[in-house]
């Protein structure tokens, strides 16, 4: 690898939810698509934080039976955001969001779970509902193979015993059933033998696993410990970058674009 440059359809920057979501969107096109990440690990802050995503009209909301529509996500919108609502693109959001999960869950790039009892973050406002938060499923780290050890680990509030991972429904559940955790604790004592911390994933970390599992058996490269360090103009738009690879400059031409 060199300066002398590399060439793909695609450059995303960013080994984020956003990140993986472009890349693994870009490949469905059948495009040639580059990630770099400027950390020796990936999963960016999502690898930190609970997975939730909030996506009015989907189809496990209509699964369970609860009725929404896209008026009353707007009006919610509306009322929370105010005057600095753009609602072209909150319009946009609302009419492609639910397509886009129904996609992820067929092509197995993102799992998640509706949790019928939670209410949108403001319940009292107008255009309100339940069902519209849902969080990721349960990912064995251990499909990732050599790469397990490249995820940015949790924080350590999500952890317990130095490495065992916890969800909202395994703090629920194990307040009623030593069924449940007993397993997990078993699993955790066999997974320390092997590796740094456990393989159960929950919260980002198992939303960032399973996407990036998708993204590694479909071929996308993930550079990492390679920063974008300048960004390259082409005809009046931007086609390309220098990118930092471990140390060395690459020039990278993006023949559609940089995210």
């Not at 599992?213 to 086609?239: D, F, K, N, T």
Request: with cysteine.
């Amino acid at each position: 690898m060199n300066a002398e440059g590399v060439t793909c359809d695609v450059l995303v920057a960013g080994s984020g939810a956003a990140g993986f979501a472009t890349a693994l969107t870009a490949h469905l096109e059948g495009l040639d698509v580059i990630m770099v990440e400027k950390a020796p690990l990936f999963g960016g802050t999502t690898a930190y934080s609970a997975g939730v995503v909030w996506i009015p009209i989907n189809s496990a909301q209509r699964a369970a039976g609860l009725t929404d529509s896209r008026q009353a996500a707007l009006d919610y919108l509306a009322h929370h955001v105010g005057n600095r609502l753009d609602r072209a693109k909150a319009e946009a959001f609302l009419d492609n969001a639910p397509a886009m999960l129904d996609c992820f869950a067929r092509e197995g790039f993102a799992a998640f779970s509706l949790v019928p009892t939670w209410a949108d973050y403001h319940p009292a406002e107008p255009g309100a509902l339940r069902g519209r938060s849902l969080g990721p499923q349960t990912f064995d780290g251990r499909r990732l193979g050599s790469f397990f050890p490249k995820l940015r680990a949790p924080i350590k509030t999500m952890m317990a015993f130095g490495g065992m991972m916890i969800g909202r429904n395994d703090l629920s559940r194990s307040l009623k059933a030593a069924a449940h955790v007993g397993p997990m604790v078993t699993r955790y004592a066999r997974d320390r033998l092997t590796h740094a911390r456990g393989t159960r994933l929950v919260n980002g970390n198992a939303l960032i696993a399973r996407m990036a599992a998708a993204a590694i058996a479909r071929g996308i490269p993930l550079w990492l410990s390679s920063p974008r360090v300048e960004l390259r103009q082409a005809g009046g738009r931007i086609g390309g970058a220098v990118v930092d690879k471990e140390g060395k400059p690459v020039e990278l031409t993006a023949r559609l674009g940089v995210v």
